[in-house]
């Protein structure tokens, strides 16, 4: 398998490294596979790749996503990609999301302490930070056209049938760690969406050519 050395952050780049592909069942790889089809086309025609990870309050699944698949971009040196994330409505991202990306090596800086907070999140040393805040899908931040609307949650998917200006829709969905918010479980819960969702984006963009 491929991959490069960079300068992600410790921590970041042995938790990529510890990731197990063969742990992905063959019908999750099915799942994923649009995907890679999406970004290797969109690369052997020189345009940008643009990824919209979209799930209902874009507070927790959705921009664990984002953050990984733009870490693994780098990781794996697949230029051209930029990752963004939404929701079918705005809340706010939720603060196990932050802390759970903190403990797997990310530098977080929150840039606002208002009810919809804003974060800057960094996986390595000389790149700019991803801006973490719940918006919809649909916000002036993210891409308008030509972009991947890959739904990350059931309601999301079902909810919003039709996404304005996306050329593939594609349904990776995870099960919503919310479940275990305020239980003994919550930090492991997240802890474990997170590598799934790190686990599966790896095997994407591990296969990019």
């Not at 999406?38 to 990870?53: G, R, T």
């Not at 953050?67 to 930029?82: G, M």
Request: net charge negative.
């Amino acid at each position: 398998m491929k991959h490069f050395t960079t300068n992600l952050y410790p921590e970041i780049e042995e938790t990529i490294k510890g990731l197990v592909l063969e742990n992905i069942p063959e019908n999750r790889k099915k799942t994923l596979n649009p995907l890679i089809d999406f970004i290797q086309a969109k690369l052997a025609k020189s345009e940008p790749v643009d990824l919209n990870f979209i799930c209902t309050h874009n507070s927790r699944r959705s921009h664990l996503s984002q953050v990984w698949a733009q870490a693994l971009t780098y990781y794996y040196q697949v230029e051209n990609v930029t990752c963004y994330s939404g929701g079918t409505e705005a809340t706010a991202l939720f603060p196990m999301v932050a802390e759970t990306l903190k403990k797997q090596g990310f530098q977080i800086q929150i840039l606002s302490q208002e009810n919809n907070p804003v974060y800057a999140i960094k996986y390595a040393e000389n790149t700019l930070p991803i801006i973490g805040f719940s918006k919809r899908f649909d916000n002036d931040f993210n891409p308008k056209s030509g972009f991947a609307a890959i739904m990350t949650c059931d309601s999301a998917h079902e909810a919003c049938p039709f996404v304005s200006g996306a050329h593939m829709r594609i349904p990776i969905t995870y099960e919503d760690p919310k479940a275990f918010d305020e239980t003994p479980q919550q930090h492991e819960m997240y802890l474990e969406r997170s590598l799934q969702i790190a686990t599966e984006l790896k095997y994407v963009f591990s296969a990019i050519k």
